[in-house]
């Protein structure tokens, strides 16, 4: 296998697009705690992208012989046989460790969070899809830890900031999953996963769940501003966001089509950075602005 179809198959392995989405919401963690030295920068956001590359490893390591007999995942490296699974463990420790390593040049702190999100993902979410519809709430946790470990990482601390912004993704990750849920629903039952809300699969019921927790984001999008870190243009903006967000959730409602939680699955994807990085602009914007003030730029 050639070195260019070699780094393609680790990339699919270890679902590196996702990955790349997973330290976005990192960094804003950081940066709106008034983080700013490039080294952390660079270990935060290689140390998480590492950690959740060996987490989606792990994933695929567990359900090989389940992806077999879904459309969508039938061709990753182990359905396809192009990768041993000791070579997917060596993939995962190369990884895993160096990742976990650059959390704690940070500090204690984000390197326990990033350590946390592996061993829940891996090892209390996957095993569990199968099992219960209750592993979108388990897989929730893992999935709205990455802000509050940028936060941590900068702040060192384990304060309220961190704790509002995992509470923002944590609520966001249930609409998300639930419209990918919807849209590959019929892959997922070839596999005996059963991770919609309603266990009748795509109903009134499990879309009215879906709208319920859109709704709810509209609230907890807001907690920056209420908290009074961010200013009007958060309450603006971000409402606006959440409520046109809530609107899509409506229309799956009323439609229960594909369509539409395709829609709302790629509004949740364009959502989150859109608004975690409102947060960080909004509340260094009084800087930026002196900041220009200083240099003369505005008058």
Known sequence: M????????YMNFTKFR?????????????????????LEMVYLMAGGLLV?????GSNQIWERELDVLMNRTGK???????????????VIAVCLLPGLWMLYQLNLGSMLLGLAAFVSYVFIYTPMKRISTW???????????????????????????PGVL??????????HFWAIAWVV?????????SLLPSKDGRTKGSAFQIMIYSLALI???????????TSDITLIVAGSCSILFFLQSYKLFLSLTIADAKKLMFASFIWLPVVQFLYVFDRKLPEILDALWQHGTLF
């Open 2 to 9: 050639g070195i260019g179809k070699k780094v393609k198959m």
């Open 18 to 38: 996702l990955s790349a989405l997973v330290i976005l919401s990192a960094l804003s963690g950081y940066l709106f705690v008034g983080g700013h030295d490039g």
């Open 52 to 56: 959740t590359a060996a987490s989606n």
């Open 76 to 90: 990753r490296p182990l359905p396809m046989g192009e990768m041993s699974v000791n070579e997917g463990i060596t």
């Open 135 to 161: 592993a979108v709430f388990i897989g929730a946790f893992p999935g709205a830890l990455p802000p509050m470990i940028g936060a941590v990482a900068g702040s060192d601390s384990f304060g309220l900031v």
């Open 166 to 175: 995992f509470f923002v993704q944590f609520v966001w990750q249930f609409p």
């Open 185 to 193: 629903y019929d892959d997922y039952q070839q596999a005996g996963f």
């Open 219 to 229: 609230p907890f999008s807001l907690l920056p501003w209420l908290m009074g870190w």
